[in-house]
């Protein structure tokens, strides 16, 4: 049987020439003197960055280029976008956060979703926490390096500046974070307000030409429990933009591009776009491993022999929710980026992959695990969860040269 690569209509192929998340490390790894294999993002090179002397990224987990204009057309946000870039693919935190550390898309730096198939160590793994999903170690405590899974330098590792890494105290200390940190000065925050002042202090108490990266994960915690469109969802939105003018306000003369953009952004999926794998006894039988990568981009991994089978049932249970993709195919059309792949690419992203149609999802609950299904999900092609929007704003009237940071 062959399976075509049609990728279902009005669905979006993440961009590594200019226009995705990618591009954007790109032009902020030149501007700060390391090099880069990818373009510098078309809405904004590293000619534009280059002579400031900070330069500050501010990653808001879930925030959908889409959503924002229709819950915030006159925001801070809006009147100070640039335009859209696409996330990667999959388009979800592990995968894009990743990018956003190494300044590498996903074939390179091997993260292919929440629940990834380690094969080193014989586990599915949720690599951000350290945690498995079915069996292997209790956490990366057993490992020495984390580099021996996840091998590609950290942007702050290549850049010749100070940089500073701004992440939620409940994780700035991973063992992840701490793979990916470098030589980056850490500043860990409680709450909206800490964060927003911990990038102020960053700012103003460092001499030198400097990159400052912030991550934000509330907004799409919200989605995930109560729905990307919901009032709570909406209401941190404003939070955020009030935050974000104050921000504005403080950093008012200082020399200093502030850039907010996301990792992906999301969409709300109803009960009955939901299909769990254990009602479909064809399907569940023939896979040795639980559904990995995410519930809008499953990778599914047949037992021996049962390749074939498997597809062949998919489509017949599941083709009018699902595109059933082989996973060799979306790597050889570039899906998960271009480049010399990390090794274990292949083994980290299945054998076939279905991709959601609509607002479909696809849940393989395990016995441990609690049930919970998010109402908001992303991890899938569509334009709600690929397009993030690109922001700036500035401090100083006119910046100052930093001519020579690349000495």
């Given at each position: 049987?062959?399976?075509?690569?049609?990728?279902?209509?009005?669905?979006?192929?993440?961009?590594?020439?200019?226009?995705?998340?990618?591009?954007?490390?790109?032009?902020?790894?030149?501007?700060?003197?390391?090099?880069?294999?990818?373009?510098?993002?078309?809405?904004?090179?590293?000619?534009?960055?280059?002579?400031?002397?900070?330069?500050?990224?501010?990653?808001?987990?879930?925030?959908?280029?889409?959503?924002?204009?229709?819950?915030?057309?006159?925001?801070?946000?809006?009147?100070?976008?640039?335009?859209?870039?696409?996330?990667?693919?999959?388009?979800?935190?592990?995968?894009?956060?990743?990018?956003?550390?190494?300044?590498?898309?996903?074939?390179?730096?091997?993260?292919?979703?929440?629940?990834?198939?380690?094969?080193?160590?014989?586990?599915?793994?949720?690599?951000?926490?350290?945690?498995?999903?079915?069996?292997?170690?209790?956490?990366?405590?057993?490992?020495?390096?984390?580099?021996?899974?996840?091998?590609?330098?950290?942007?702050?590792?290549?850049?010749?500046?100070?940089?500073?890494?701004?992440?939620?105290?409940?994780?700035?200390?991973?063992?992840?974070?701490?793979?990916?940190?470098?030589?980056?000065?850490?500043?860990?925050?409680?709450?909206?307000?800490?964060?927003?002042?911990?990038?102020?202090?960053?700012?103003?108490l460092t001499r030198q030409?400097?990159?400052?990266?912030?991550?934000?994960?509330?907004?799409?915690?919200?989605?995930?429990?109560?729905?990307?469109?919901?009032?709570?969802?909406?209401?941190?939105?404003?939070?955020?933009?009030?935050?974000?003018?104050?921000?504005?306000?403080?950093?008012?003369?200082?020399?200093?591009?502030?850039?907010?953009?996301?990792?992906?952004?999301?969409?709300?999926?109803?009960?009955?776009?939901?299909?769990?794998?254990?009602?479909?006894?064809?399907?569940?039988?023939?896979?040795?491993?639980?559904?990995?990568?995410?519930?809008?981009?499953?990778?599914?991994?047949?037992?021996?022999?049962?390749?074939?089978?498997?597809?062949?049932?998919?489509?017949?249970?599941?083709?009018?929710?699902?595109?059933?993709?082989?996973?060799?195919?979306?790597?050889?059309?570039?899906?998960?980026g271009p480049g010399t792949?990390?090794?274990?690419?292949?083994?980290?992203?299945?054998?076939?992959?279905?991709?959601?149609?609509?607002?479909?999802?696809?849940?393989?609950?395990?016995?441990?695990?609690?049930?919970?299904?998010?109402?908001?999900?992303?991890?899938?092609?569509?334009?709600?969860?690929?397009?993030?929007?690109?922001?700036?704003?500035?401090?100083?009237?006119?910046?100052?040269?930093?001519?020579?940071?690349?000495?």
């Open positions: 049987m062959t399976i075509s690569m049609e990728i279902p209509d009005g669905l979006i192929k993440p961009d590594y020439a200019g226009g995705g998340i990618v591009n954007l490390m790109s032009s902020l790894l030149r501007a700060r003197g390391a090099s880069s294999d990818w373009p510098d993002a078309r809405l904004l090179p590293a000619s534009e960055l280059t002579d400031y002397r900070h330069l500050v990224l501010i990653v808001i987990d879930g925030l959908g280029a889409d959503w924002l204009a229709r819950h915030s057309p006159t925001g801070l946000l809006a009147r100070h976008q640039l335009g859209a870039l696409t996330s990667v693919f999959p388009s979800t935190t592990a995968a894009a956060i990743g990018s956003f550390l190494t300044g590498v898309p996903p074939a390179q730096h091997g993260i292919t979703g929440w629940f990834t198939w380690l094969r080193e160590l014989g586990c599915v793994m949720k690599p951000l926490p350290g945690q498995p999903r079915s069996g292997g170690q209790s956490d990366w405590g057993m490992i020495k390096d984390l580099r021996s899974l996840f091998p590609r330098p950290s942007v702050f590792e290549r850049i010749q500046t100070p940089s500073t890494l701004i992440s939620p105290q409940s994780i700035i200390h991973s063992a992840f974070s701490r793979a990916h940190s470098g030589p980056a000065r850490l500043r860990p925050f409680r709450n909206l307000k800490d964060c927003f002042r911990q990038i102020e202090q960053a700012v103003k030409p400097s990159y400052i990266y912030a991550y934000w994960s509330e907004l799409d915690h919200l989605g995930h429990k109560h729905g990307i469109d919901s009032g709570a969802a909406i209401e941190h939105l404003h939070a955020l933009e009030q935050g974000l003018e104050h921000l504005k306000t403080r950093l008012a003369g200082q020399d200093v591009c502030v850039l907010i953009s996301a990792d992906h952004g999301q969409l709300d999926a109803s009960p009955a776009e939901q299909t769990r794998i254990n009602t479909f006894p064809a399907l569940a039988e023939r896979l040795q491993l639980p559904l990995c990568g995410e519930a809008r981009a499953a990778f599914c991994y047949p037992c021996a022999g049962e390749l074939e089978g498997f597809i062949a049932a998919a489509e017949a249970a599941l083709g009018s929710r699902f595109a059933i993709i082989r996973s060799r195919d979306l790597l050889a059309q570039g899906y998960f792949p990390h090794p274990e690419l292949t083994h980290r992203s299945g054998d076939v992959i279905l991709i959601g149609r609509d607002h479909n999802v696809i849940i393989d609950q395990l016995l441990t695990e609690p049930d919970f299904t998010p109402i908001g999900v992303h991890g899938g092609l569509s334009r709600a969860e690929m397009l993030v929007p690109l922001c700036r704003f500035t401090g100083a009237i006119s910046p100052i040269s930093v001519a020579g940071v690349r000495a």
